[in-house]
């Protein structure tokens, strides 16, 4: 499998720190101290079908392609705007595509997920080209008055066109069923015939659990994977993380003993948008011309599930 090219969109208000310090007990120093968010992007009338659409047209005039030239569309989504349909139908209808469409729900690490998947449909002959969307709205999750996870989050959409040339060299994914530190419960609905409910529950987060998680799993899984591909730390070009949070990124790289420069950023200015994180990086750092063909990617994401993602991929596009 290899990435044809690359596309995001963003919603149009940007929130910065001094705007949350408005209505909450925060502050810009201690956000910038403790994540090295600056600000992020926070939906207003927008919906995710538009942001979906937007980066994946724009991926796929990257790959100098069309939405006829796909036949398999993945979309990984903790919440669309709709329970059902899925993201991934409306959105195949929304771009003209004329393929099978699905949503998964991989969280933070769900780029990962479906760039696996992709690659299987992709070496099972079931598909020659696949879009992988990841479209989040976490400002739709989170309680607007809990200081502790609120400002940590963004919204946004990163899309990727895969096909079945060499490129990439390794996946590894791991998930472990724990709901204890990250959740989020829906409506319980209303039916009469319920015993028990769980109550609806905006996105909770422990957050020194999840960091602690993510630093070690995030170095594991990088350490694994890059061996599976035969590919020793010093050789990988850039390293692209989740953007949860920049202490953990910063955590990571110093256990992995490698250099800020192979560690690109945008978490200052986009928070943490879940599954859509590493390609919206991935889109900002080909757009901006840090990519050269012939380049070793190594990307991790975590998240709730707990889940954990990882490939290493060489990078092809010119
Ligand atoms: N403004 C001011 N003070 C705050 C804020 C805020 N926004 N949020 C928390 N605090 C306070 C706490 O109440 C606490 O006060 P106390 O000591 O009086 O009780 C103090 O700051 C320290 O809180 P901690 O939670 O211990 O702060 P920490 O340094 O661990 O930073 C953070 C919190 C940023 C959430 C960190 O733990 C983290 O990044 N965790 C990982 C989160 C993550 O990566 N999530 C992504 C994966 S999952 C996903 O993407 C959905």
Not at 114 to 124: I, M, N, R, T
Not at 126 to 155: H, I, N, P, Q
Not at 161 to 178: K, N, P
Not at 245 to 256: E, Q
Request: hydrophobic share 45%; net charge negative; with cysteine.
């Amino acid at each position: 499998m290899r990435i044809l090219g690359t596309g995001s969109a963003l919603p149009a208000l940007t929130v910065t720190n001094d705007d949350l310090a408005k209505f909450l007990d925060t502050s810009d120093e201690w956000i910038r101290t403790h994540t090295g968010i600056e600000s992020r992007q926070v939906i207003t009338d927008e919906t995710l079908l538009q942001l979906a659409a937007r980066a994946a047209n724009a991926a796929l005039e990257n790959a100098g392609l069309t939405s006829a030239d796909i036949d398999y569309l993945l979309c990984s989504t903790v919440q669309a705007d709709t329970v059902t349909p899925s993201l991934g139908c409306v959105l195949q209808a929304e771009i003209g595509a004329a393929c099978p469409a699905l949503d998964i729900n991989g969280a933070c690490a769900g780029f990962l997920y479906a760039l696996d998947l992709a690659d299987a449909l992709l070496k099972a002959g079931k598909a020659a080209r696949v879009l992988v969307v990841c479209a989040e709205g976490m400002s739709r999750m989170v309680d607007w008055s809990d200081r502790s996870t609120c400002v940590l989050f963004g919204d946004g959409a990163g899309a990727a066109v895969v096909d079945g040339g060499e490129g990439l060299l390794a996946t590894r994914l791991t998930s472990a069923g724990d709901a204890t530190f990250l959740n989020m419960h829906p409506s319980p609905g209303n039916s009469p015939f319920a015993t028990s409910h769980l109550p609806m529950r905006a996105l909770y987060m422990d957050g020194p659990e999840i960091y602690r998680f993510a630093v070690s799993h995030s170095v594991k899984d990088l350490r694994a994977v890059c061996e599976a591909a035969g590919v020793a730390l010093e050789y990988v070009d850039h390293f692209l993380l989740h953007q949860a949070n920049k202490r953990i990124i910063d955590a990571a790289r110093v256990r992995l003993k490698q250099p800020e420069e192979k560690f690109p950023l945008n978490v200052q200015v986009r928070g943490n948008t879940s599954s859509a994180s590493v390609p919206i990086l991935l889109d900002e750092v080909s757009r901006a011309g840090r990519l050269r063909p012939g380049d070793i990617l190594a990307m991790s994401a975590f998240g709730a599930g707990l889940t954990t993602g990882a490939c290493v991929l060489r990078w092809t596009k010119e």
